[in-house]
């Protein structure tokens, strides 16, 4: 299983950035694909998430309306587009995949134990 995250930049405040998380795994139309991010010295955090096709997505408050996800299960790819970011914003991102089928609360880690690298997003102000 593997997850390869790409996309992440160096951008100014309020531009924009579209993250893509392409994975390697079986059923991937059945799995909750998440993005979490972590800051230096802080937790890991979730950010969004699509559940299986056909599902409503999830996301933080704090990027509700700025963020969106989507997938395409053809090629077993989620995509995270990121409009307005902030300071704020900037961390660490990692595409986290559950297994196939099962149900999933989608904010929380421990359901998810497939993880990608990460990729770096940092907005300057």
């Known amino acids: 299983v593997q997850l390869q995250a790409s996309g992440g930049g160096l951008v100014q405040d309020g531009g924009s950035l579209r993250l893509s998380c392409a994975a390697s795994?079986?059923?991937?139309?059945?799995?909750?694909i998440g993005w979490f991010r972590q800051a230096p010295g802080k937790e890991r955090e979730f950010v969004a998430a699509?559940?299986?096709?056909?599902?409503?997505?999830y996301y933080a408050d704090s990027v509700q309306s700025r963020f969106s996800i989507s997938r395409d299960d053809a090629k077993n790819t989620v995509f995270l587009q990121m409009n307005g970011l902030k300071p704020e914003d900037t961390a660490v991102y990692y595409c986290?995949?559950?297994?196939?089928?099962?149900?999933?609360?989608?904010?929380?880690?421990?359901?998810?134990?497939?993880w990608g690298q990460g990729t770096q997003v940092t907005v300057s102000s």
């Open positions: 699509t559940r299986r096709t056909g599902g409503r997505p």
């Open positions: 986290a995949a559950s297994p196939s089928g099962q149900f999933v609360i989608p904010n929380l880690r421990r359901y998810y134990p497939y």
């Open positions: 795994l079986s059923s991937f139309n059945d799995r909750t």
